[in-house]
């Protein structure tokens, strides 16, 4: 008797675990929200591979390392004047005004500017007292 209970509580239980991972089964045919999926990094580059990167990985890393642009962030207005510095100063060349609204666009979508990136400053009370000052000189 003892053992048939035993056996009857181990089968409710397997039954039950099995009747769990049906019901999640049943959800896995569901598409994941698109917002969800990452992009891929490209282990050459390190650029997101979404949208228009192959354009920007042609254009932003004939001078310098990819790893330049990836670790900057910025808005499309910020990563215009970036272009624009480049263009004025280090010889980048001009764009068609379509190549370089999509290169700005991959840019500020996958490199925006980011709050968490930096922390907040130190309150002025919670810092050392600073050993160049001449403030107590009169
Ligand atoms: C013609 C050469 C050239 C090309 C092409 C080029 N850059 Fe640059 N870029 C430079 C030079 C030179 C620097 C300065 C490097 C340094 O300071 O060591 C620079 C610096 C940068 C920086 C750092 C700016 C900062 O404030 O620290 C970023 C970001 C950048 N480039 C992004 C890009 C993007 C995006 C593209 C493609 C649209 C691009 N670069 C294409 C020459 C180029």
């Known amino acids: 008797m003892r053992l048939a209970l035993t056996t009857s509580l181990i089968l409710a239980l397997v039954l039950a675990a099995c009747t769990k991972e049906q019901a999640t089964d049943a959800t896995a045919g569901v598409p994941e929200p698109a ?20 354009l920007v990985r042609g254009n932003c890393t004939g001078c310098h390392s990819a790893k330049l642009v990836t670790q900057q962030r910025g808005t499309a207005q910020q990563w215009l004047t970036m272009i624009r510095w480049m263009q004025k100063t280090q010889n980048l060349w001009q764009f068609d005004p379509g190549t370089e609204e999509r290169i700005i666009a991959y840019l500020a979508e996958n490199y925006p500017p980011d709050a968490a990136r930096r922390r907040a400053a130190i309150p002025p009370n919670l810092m050392p007292a600073n050993p160049y000052s001449t403030a107590s000189l009169d």
């Open 35 to 54: 917002v969800a999926a990452e992009a891929a990094i490209d282990p050459v580059t390190g650029f997101k591979m979404t949208g228009d990167w192959e």
